[in-house]
């Protein structure tokens, strides 16, 4: 064989090794991601039950009857009279 055709020979070896590194490394890299993405789904789920959840106790939380309970038991409010309401006129 002549050097050229064993310069040409290396020349392939050398390119087929290192597509076969950069199939590898692809490939690892690709499971890293995929990796990734599924905990980032997983994070992005608890926050939306998270979400759904604090809604919910929002909704409890400000309902009138719970308002209304606070104010009459917590704060000692009441429906104001008809001798204790002051009309104020509108201009």
Same mark, same amino acid.
């Given at each position: 064989?002549?050097?050229?055709?064993?310069?040409?020979?290396?020349?392939?070896?050398?390119?087929?090794?290192?597509?076969?590194?950069?199939? /590898?490394?692809?490939?690892? @890299?690709? @499971?890293?991601?995929?990796?990734?993405?599924?905990?980032?789904?997983?994070?992005?789920?608890?926050? @939306?039950?998270?979400?759904?959840?604090?809604?919910?106790? @929002?909704?409890?939380?400000?309902?009138?009857?719970? /308002?209304?309970? /606070?104010?009459?038991?917590?704060?000692?409010?009441?429906?104001?009279?008809?001798?204790?309401? /002051?009309?104020?006129?509108?201009?």
């Amino acid at each position: 064989m002549s050097t050229r055709s064993l310069l040409a020979l290396a020349a392939l070896w050398v390119a087929a090794i290192a597509s076969a590194l950069a199939v /590898v490394y692809s490939t690892q @890299r690709n @499971r890293e991601l995929t990796a990734e993405l599924g905990r980032a789904q997983k994070a992005r789920d608890e926050l @939306r039950y998270e979400q759904e959840r604090l809604l919910l106790e @929002r909704g409890a939380w400000s309902a009138y009857s719970r /308002v209304e309970k /606070v104010a009459r038991e917590g704060l000692k409010m009441h429906m104001p009279s008809p001798s204790e309401q /002051v009309l104020v006129p509108a201009e």
